[in-house]
């Protein structure tokens, strides 16, 4: 009867509202690869007491041993990777099945305490995140950092080759290859062109130092590119951006130019011929660029950014200059420098002609039409053009 008497029930309109609820899979994606790190981890760990005490194993055979390479291998690569797992990586939920493939092979070729112990983590943990895999982003996975993980992966191969090699091939070394100390420092000091000491005796062992070098010395290269530049780049990132804060906290009675376009690259020009500092805020990284190599002092930012706007200085300028490719932009720009400074003298440039008014309104001091000047320029060009000379008449 209620529902009768107050009539019907308004429609709802618009879309029904999403929630946005977090996905549960991200906590366990971060679950993944803090159990990758501990079980890579725990294999390193007894690849190391297998290396310092060696046990029989439980059947003689060509690999007893051999463990420890293969296991420390398997331990770096699942610590490695652990962080791209808990990004949801497909390539490195692929690449860490590698890890029990070498775990278990050696087991079977070389059982001990310490194999079997390495072989069992990795198959746990490969059990663990394998009803998971649906999780993880399907489809091309690619970008710099796949390619990270691919010269990882391939930097680990080598370096496995290299010490079971040496140690395969000892007694054919003068000094003999010892043991796995030895093994890894002819592998690290082969690939990385240092040289050693070890100097081969038979044509097999020749062979196998150029294959290393030919596998490890590119390995090591591209390696040494895709790991550490990429960090001596942030960091050369951040030096720079120091600087740049630097200078700008130093400027003081400068000209703003907010823009790239033709008007404001102009504009910059003009005050480095008269001695005036400025400094141009770019949007476009790539345009920065190409302005600082020219001379010109850049901050790359949003120029309708207040935060932008103060990190050049605009309390200590002594004028803005507005001069953006779309007037909404530069209209936006002068409301928020107005209302950060309300004494600061704006001058705006605007590309259409009735942008000039608003332009205005909004609080710029001064306004220039680029099509009304340049109208004006060609009018009195075109009316007040001096008389053609005419050439007086030839006499013979």
Request: net charge neutral; aromatic share 6%.
């Amino acid at each position: 009867m209620a529902t009768l008497l107050s009539g019907p029930r308004p429609r709802r309109t618009g879309t029904p509202k999403q929630s946005h609820a977090p996905n549960p899979f991200e906590h366990r994606a971060r679950a993944i690869g803090l159990a990758s790190a501990l079980a890579g981890s725990a294999i390193l760990v007894l690849a190391i007491l297998s290396a310092l005490f060696p046990q029989p194993p439980f059947y003689p055979t060509a690999l007893a041993g051999y463990d420890p390479p293969f296991d420390a291998v398997a331990g770096v690569l699942l610590i490695a990777l652990a962080f791209r797992l808990a990004q949801r990586s497909l390539v490195a939920w692929l690449f860490s099945l590698l890890a029990p493939a070498l775990t278990i092979s050696i087991a079977l070729a070389s059982p001990n305490p310490f194999s079997i112990g390495a072989a069992g983590i990795a198959t746990a943990f490969v059990l663990l995140i394998y009803p998971y895999r649906s999780g993880f982003f399907r489809g091309a996975d690619t970008g710099p950092e796949t390619t990270q993980l691919l010269v990882l992966v391939a930097a680990l191969i080598t370096l496995l080759f290299g010490m079971v090699g040496s140690r395969w091939l000892a007694s054919q070394f003068t000094p003999p290859v010892a043991g796995w100390a030895d093994a890894l420092y002819f592998t690290v000091a082969t690939i990385s062109t240092n040289g050693t000491n070890f100097i081969p005796l038979s044509n097999e062992a020749r062979v196998f130092v150029v294959l290393l070098i030919l596998l490890g010395v590119g390995t090591f290269l591209s390696a040494l590119a895709l790991l550490f530049f990429p960090l001596l780049e942030r960091r050369l990132e951040a030096i720079a951006s120091r600087v740049e804060r630097a200078q700008m906290e130093e400027l003081a009675e400068h000209v703003i130019i907010c823009g790239t376009s033709a008007e404001s690259r102009a504009t910059a020009e003009n005050l480095r011929d008269r001695g005036i500092r400025s400094v141009i805020i770019a949007r476009d990284e790539k345009e920065a660029d190409a302005l600082r190599s020219d001379g010109y002092r850049v901050h790359l930012g949003e120029p309708s950014s207040e935060d932008d706007l103060r990190a050049v200085g605009i309390e200590r300028a002594r004028a803005l200059v507005v001069a953006q490719e779309s007037d909404a932009e530069s209209l936006l720009t002068v409301i928020t420098a107005r209302g950060i400074m309300p004494s600061l003298r704006i001058v705006a440039v605007a590309a259409a002609a009735n942008a000039a008014t608003k332009l205005r309104k909004a609080g710029a001091n001064e306004t220039i039409s680029v099509v009304k000047v340049a109208a004006g320029l060609l009018t009195d060009a075109a009316v007040n053009a001096p008389p053609a000379v005419r050439s007086a008449p030839a006499t013979g």
